[in-house]
């Protein structure tokens, strides 16, 4: 007797305008594995760095007011650490969107926009939207259509129609409830598990609201739960749909091996052209210009070479610099030398930004912007 067993690959995400449901961008996430390599570099990187976040105990021991919200992110990482070397150790495979989604969903419940945890590059080609716009008016909930002006949403749901059916939205009908709850109770719980932007209620619920509730980078968010993936809108006439959040991608994927070489070409920086050209262009000015590493705040400084023009400059902040000429085959245009984050004049530091901002926002599309900042160098093209 001969069994025949077909694995068949769900991962199939081909066309960048279509949308796809949440379980076949899942297949094209689970099928990359985490190495312990990956895990110890990753790992290792993100403990050092929280070395540097000065509000750890605060974040631990927050004012009363904001004690529900106290997160130990010390412990948090430790815990991450060992429940993943056990794995390692027990010869278990892992997935690695579940580490890289436990990382993430750590630093989210710090409700800090500024100290997040980004996840692979790969993961910044999903995106997860909802296909209309809820609508708050004095505290009635509508279901509005995108406005077909919209480049990101004018077609997303009819997209989503084509795979779901027809939504029907009357747009003067009024939302009385959200998966058998008040429509504003539902989506502040929503917002208050899964924003980041606040340590206020309603601030994460107006951030939901204003944009995070359509579109979600999931680079940077992590899926809903299960529950949370699909809503039933109950509406006054008596009439009830139910809802799938949706996935859209950047750059196709045709198999489940398409996505691993996709993931390990990603962390691995080979198709970064951006990276490449900064790490050969690095040592031919640290040759040029010996005060980059001794010095780097005055880095393209005229005291030192006279290719340079002063364009702006904000006292113990920054220094906008044109440069003249060429620097073997490459050529760039502007540099930035950045002093400090910390301007002597707080309103002065602002007004200066505001400048600077303004100078780059005109600069022609085929110019190159060198940032210098401390021991670091970051090249911008503008497009």
């Known amino acids: 007797m001969f069994v025949l067993v077909f694995c068949l ?14 379980s076949t961008a899942i297949e094209c996430m689970n099928a990359l594995l985490l190495t312990q390599e990956v895990f110890n570099q990753n790992q290792k990187s993100v403990e050092n760095l929280l070395e540097l976040y000065v509000f750890k105990e605060t974040a631990a021991n927050p004012p009363i007011e904001y004690a529900h919200l106290a997160v130990d992110i010390n412990a ?42 980004i996840q692979p590059n790969y993961f910044f080609n999903f995106k997860l939207y909802f296909p209309f716009i809820l609508e708050n008016s004095k ?69 939901q609201l204003l944009s995070n509730f359509y579109v979600k980078r999931l680079d940077l968010f992590t899926l809903p739960d299960v529950k949370d993936q699909q809503f039933v809108f109950q509406f006054e006439s008596g009439k009830q749909i139910q809802v799938n959040l949706v996935v859209k991608i950047a ?24 990276l490449d050209k900064t790490n050969k262009l690095i040592p031919i000015l640290k040759n040029r210009y010996q005060i980059f590493d001794q010095n780097p705040s005055n880095f393209a400084s005229n005291e030192y070479d006279e290719d340079f023009e002063k364009v702006l400059e904000s006292p113990n902040y920054f220094i ?22 910390n301007p002597t004049n707080i309103l002065i530091g602002l007004k200066d930004t505001v400048k600077l901002l303004r100078t780059i926002d005109n600069l022609d599309t085929q110019h190159k912007l060198y940032i210098s900042q401390f021991q670091a160098m970051v090249v911008v093209w503008f497009r």
């Open 9 to 22: 690959d769900l991962c199939k995400m081909e066309d960048i305008t279509e949308v796809y449901s949440i």
């Open 76 to 117: 948090g990482l430790t815990q991450i650490r060992s429940n993943y070397q056990a794995k390692f150790d027990a010869g278990v495979p892992i997935q690695a969107r579940c580490y890289y989604n436990d990382l993430a969903n750590l630093f989210l419940k710090l409700k800090d926009p500024h100290t997040l945890f």
């Open 139 to 207: 505290g009635q909930f509508y279901a509005k259509n995108y406005p077909t002006t919209s480049i990101f949403f004018s077609d997303l749901q009819a997209r989503y129609e084509k795979i779901y059916g027809q939504l029907e939205i009357n747009q003067n009908d009024r939302i009385i409830k959200i998966n058998n709850q008040e429509p504003l109770q539902y989506l502040t719980q929503f917002s208050n598990k899964y924003d980041y932007t606040s340590k206020s209620e309603h601030g994460r619920l107006n951030s």
């Open 251 to 274: 750059k196709p994927l045709i198999s489940s091996q398409a996505a691993i070489e996709m993931y390990n070409n990603e962390i691995n920086n080979k198709k970064n052209p951006y």
């Open 320 to 341: 906008l610099y044109k440069y003249n000429k060429n620097i073997t085959t490459q050529k760039f245009d502007y540099v930035l030398s950045i002093k400090s984050f």
